[in-house]
């Protein structure tokens, strides 16, 4: 298998994975989407006590997430440091692959969508715009990216009992 196809495995377990939970990625998610929306959108007129409160609403959210993604992610895998250093050293340029992998989604949905094209926006439109596409990011970009990391974690650690020939 090259290093390439084996990065790539990582990407398309969290598709199958994120589509499987679709339900609870989003219903979670949307917690942080509609806080995001609102206190971004009317930061003025939100106190910011409660403001305050809201972000930590959505770490505890995100916090379940990832908790709930693991759990599920990782049900039946047996995991190792052995097999993290074994993985390590015999596909370090899979590694590098996934690397690149979310070093291109940072810069397309981070960079880009929100640095470069709100910087193009007329001014009283910018607020709305990155309210909205918060809103839009937290059940895709954020959750994805949150389960990516699993995914990595999970094929770098995982115990792979060797096939016989």
């Known amino acids: ?25 989003v219903g979670l998610s949307l917690v942080a989407s509609v806080q995001r929306l ?3 959108n009317w930061t003025g007129e939100i106190p910011s006590g409660l403001a305050t409160a809201s972000e930590f609403v959505v770490v505890a959210v995100r916090i379940a997430l990832v908790v709930l993604m693991w759990r599920g992610a990782m049900a039946g895998v047996a995991l190792s440091w052995s097999a993290a250093g074994a993985f390590v ?8 692959w996934q690397a690149l992998f979310l070093g291109v ?3 397309v949905f981070e960079v880009v969508a929100e640095h470069v094209v709100s910087g193009l926006l007329p001014e009283s439109a910018r607020q709305t715009y ?3 596409l918060l809103f839009v ?3 895709t970009v954020i959750a994805l990216t949150m389960l990516w990391w699993v995914g990595v974690i999970r094929q770098v650690f995982e115990v792979r009992v060797p096939v016989a020939a």
Do not use: C, D, I, Q
């Open 1 to 25: 298998m090259t290093e390439w196809k084996l990065a790539l495995e990582v990407p398309r377990w969290v598709w199958h994975w994120y589509t499987s939970h679709l339900g609870l990625v």
């Open 137 to 139: 990011k937290n059940p």
């Open 105 to 107: 989604a940072f810069a």
């Open 89 to 96: 050293r015999a596909h370090w340029v899979s590694l590098l």
């Open 130 to 132: 990155l309210a909205v």
């Open 38 to 40: 609102v206190v971004v």
